[in-house]
């Protein structure tokens, strides 16, 4: 298999972010895409437990306002925020952490949706040494990726998320997915006000961790 690299990461804005929650200072790695479809299947792509295995990880758990989520060798949380079809919002706790991560859709001409993907981080000494060690790309290009597989879902009735198969992973248009999304983090990044060399170094250890 392969994917048309240059549309899939063109497709994607990308802008890291400072925002607060509970009074609190956080970092926001933000992305945003517009799908070939309308806002209530795109919703139901993202939140219908039989569909996300499709293109995402399977999610289990009580799945509805206040319940608690488990993504399969992933994060887990509780939903805080439900509103169809256009509102979702969870916790994101893994590896002891915590930070949250909201989606938004809204419908636009022509039929397509688009969806932004906010995933806030606290400005505490753990995050900030994650984030000078890989910048934005640590979780951004997972949500790329994710990005990736939803469109093809969408498009073409994809079935299954694009980094489970072993044989495109190991690919030259995986390395240059990997590669390119990392690339366009970096920039955002610097946009953000990270210094360029500290953001290229995190940049190039994201690639190499990915594989790219």
Known sequence: MEFDV?????????EVVGGERDGQPTRIVRASRSFSTDIDDTWDAVTNPA???RWFSPVSGDLKLG??????GNAGGTIEECAPPRRLAVTWEFGGGMSWVSLTLAE???GTTRL?????APLDEKSEEFWNQYGPGAVGIGWDLSFLGLA???EH?????PETDTEWVKSDNY???????????RDASITYGTDAEAATEAADRTTQFYGG
């Open 67 to 72: 319940g608690r989520y488990q993504i399969e």
């Open 51 to 53: 569909r996300i295995p």
């Open 175 to 185: 390395k240059d997915f990997a590669r390119g999304s990392s690339t366009n983090w």
């Open 108 to 110: 636009e001409a022509g």
């Open 6 to 14: 240059p549309r899939h990461i063109g497709a994607i804005t990308r």
């Open 116 to 120: 932004e993907l906010e995933h806030a």
């Open 152 to 154: 093809e879902h969408l």
């Open 157 to 161: 009735g994809w079935d299954k998320p």
